[in-house]
């Protein structure tokens, strides 16, 4: 009998060890398809693009933003031929360009100006667009943090390295050449300079090489590698080397423009582009109450393989990366509605890429369907390594306006694509974008010149929760701050005017720029008690003038040191602190607290005295001296919960027992009580110490404007606050709100060789 008993145990023990094992499992497989949150996006793009709001303004116009070579780059005239034979010329002068791409913030990143000559541009470019990106994920940098974000850029040419070695030779090169030359710079440098330890690489399969950096960003998040990633690709046209090489091997068009499926193509026109995404794990983007502008669901990556040429495309292959990536994404065939193609526009490439992609996403697909098929090379020119990366920014601005853009130049379509058979068509004018079974969900496809090929399958943001507020404060403190006060002033006009635009609320904004934001050493807190006021001191600030509302100032290296100063028996604490007591967790707990401490020291409860119909008892000294205490303590935890924690502490009359309970001398309970009675109390000043920053701790004090005029002036001096923690008890929306006003000086190699004819 105890035999079988034993066995029943031991069968039990299994049956909870197999269990376990299938949760661990279950968390693993969820782990590893976790959908990936698209939390920010910046780039340049040509035609004048600097942010993802003109990007989307460009497509809606179907703006075609290529144009002749800039001067600054060769001379065009010079090695133009028409002929793709003729050697050591380009059959065109046309693509798509940047502009500025001299120009840079050398300060804003503490480079000096001698490193910044030498840095690739295309490092340089990424610095200031990842910056700007994370700055609309709302996340702030801080490099002493360390954090665990992960940095892939896809990268492919190093034009400003040629260059260099054009001008000067083996004798120019010194111990800055590695930003000139290396392209592994680029994310180490953005590493190092923002504080990062996460994975920092360059990746470069050719054209494929920013949506393979999204491959890897989305598996390091799975894999717990990283908290956040960027994801980026880079690509400037400098010298014309590239140029020559693809025009003789004929894969650049006579008209420098991207015909994709069109009977026209010949070939493709080279552009410029820079953008990077701020990639999170949804569940981790959602916790921090990020703004998901789009979701990765899956992604894939392979090789052509054996092909009929190493530089020619692999249909097969294509359609094996399309099947994968759909897989990983749990996502089938017919519920894709848009594929945002490679679509270089080359005779050859159009054609294979379309039937590959029609041969898996026609899976499924019972006639009400439909699938359209686009690309922004049509707009931009063919930006090269930065391809997949601007191709996903289309997608997400797309799904976030419920339109497809308009493709351009498809006048008559390819007739090597079956067109009939498939269940395909192109945009060729702006068009609703319908969700198929529900949902938006796109392909995007990127493919290198040397056999690399990825895909990856997105799906529209959730809809955001509901933000619900019973009440708001009656003051808002907006804190901005910058490298230097040309800056400052800069960065005031850019709020003031998207204040002016958007129907965001005070509250929100403030909150964003405060808690989403890194903080420099020049400063600016503006108090309002709505978006107009603060527009109007913003604009105050902007002219350079002082007024009423707005603080300026410089902080210094550290964070000053702050003391708290607790008030005297002047006070009187009638109805103080009443809005904090409806709207603050920590200042109604630090009273509830007190209203505990005195239950039978005191025949009425604390807050009916303070708040209810007992009021008429604050005349009495032991409840006026007793309120007065239960304020004073409820502020002094406010602060500290704020981050402000204070090196000194002074008291005066009930002032004194108060410090001496923040001090840890007393509990509070016995604060209180001696408070109550009166007593003196012996060797508990702590004094103020030489250059702290005061923090009047009294009723009067208890008040919104009072303590957002305290905030303002705190700021400016350099004070540390826990902004977050600040509107914590309030739920707030991160806004999309104006990025750093960047100020660029031009920073170029001191010699520059000029093209060879």
Known sequence: MSEEINYRQLLQQQLVKIRKLETRLEQAEA????????????????????????????????????????????DAEAL??????????????????????????????????REAESMDPQQRLVLEVAWEALERAGYAVVRSRRDRVGVFVGVMNNDYGQLALNAEGLAGIDPYFIGARAN??????????????????????????????????????????????????????????????????????????????????????????????????????????????????????????PSSSFTVPNGVAQQAVIRQALQNAGVSPAEVSYLEAHGTGTAMGDPIEAEAMWSVLKEGRKGGESLWMGSVKTNIGYPEAASGVVGMMKVVLAMRHK??????????????????????????????????QGRRIAGVTSYGRTGTLAHVVMEEAPPPAEVKRDKERSEHVLVLSARSEEALRAQAGRYARFLATNDAEAGDVCFTAAAGRAHFEHRLAVVGGGTQQLRERLLTAEAGREGEGLWLGRAGSSSPTVAFVFGGEGERATDSGRALYETQPVFREALEQCGEALKGVLEKPLVQVLYGAESALLKEEAYGRVAVFAVEWALARLWRAWGVVPRSVVGQGVGEYVAAV???????????????????????????????EVIPIQPSEAD?????????????????VDWAALDAPSPRRRVLLPTYPFQRQRYWLSRRAEPRP
């Not at 994709?260 to 983007?285: I, K, N, P, T």
């Open 184 to 305: 592994c710079a680029i994310s180490g440098r953005l590493s190092y300079l923002f504080g990062f330890q996460g994975p920092s690489v360059v990746l470069d399969s050719a054209c494929a090489s920013s949506l393979v950096a999204v491959h890897l960003a989305s598996q390091s998040l799975r894999n717990g590698e990283c908290s956040m990633a960027l994801a980026a690709g880079v690509n400037l046209i400098l010298s014309p080397e590239a140029s020559v090489y693809l025009s003789c091997s004929g894969a650049l068009s006579p008209d420098g423009r991207c015909k994709s499926f069109d009977a026209s193509a010949d070939g493709y026109g080279r552009a410029e582009a820079c953008g990077v995404l701020v990639l999170e794990r949804l569940s981790d983007a959602r916790a921090r109450g990020a703004n998901i502008l789009a979701v990765i669901r899956g992604s894939a990556v392979g090789h052509d393989g």
């Open 31 to 74: 782990a590893r398809r976790e959908p990936i949150a698209i939390v920010g996006m910046a780039c340049r793009l040509p035609g004048g693009v600097e942010s993802p709001e003109d990007f989307w303004d460009l497509q809606v116009k179907g703006v075609d933003a290529t144009g002749e070579v800039p001067p600054d780059r060769w």
């Open 662 to 692: 923040d001090l840890g001398v007393l509990s509070l309970e016995e604060g209180l009580r001696l408070a109550v009675r009166k007593l003196p109390l012996v060797g508990t000043r702590s004094g103020l110490g030489e250059g702290d």
């Open 704 to 720: 919104w404007t009072r303590l957002t005029k305290t905030l303002g002036t705190l700021y400016v001096k350099g004070v540390e």
């Open 403 to 436: 339109q497809l853009p308009a493709h351009l130049h498809l006048k008559k379509p390819n007739p090597h694509i079956d067109w009939k058979g498939m269940g395909v068509r192109v945009p060729v004018e702006q068009t609703a974008w319908e969700p198929t």
């Open 80 to 113: 133009y031929d028409p002929d793709p034979q003729a050697p050591g010329k380009i059959r065109t002068r046309r693509g798509g360009f940047l502009k500025d791409v001299d120009r840079f913030d050398a300060r804003f990143f503490g480079i000096s100006p």
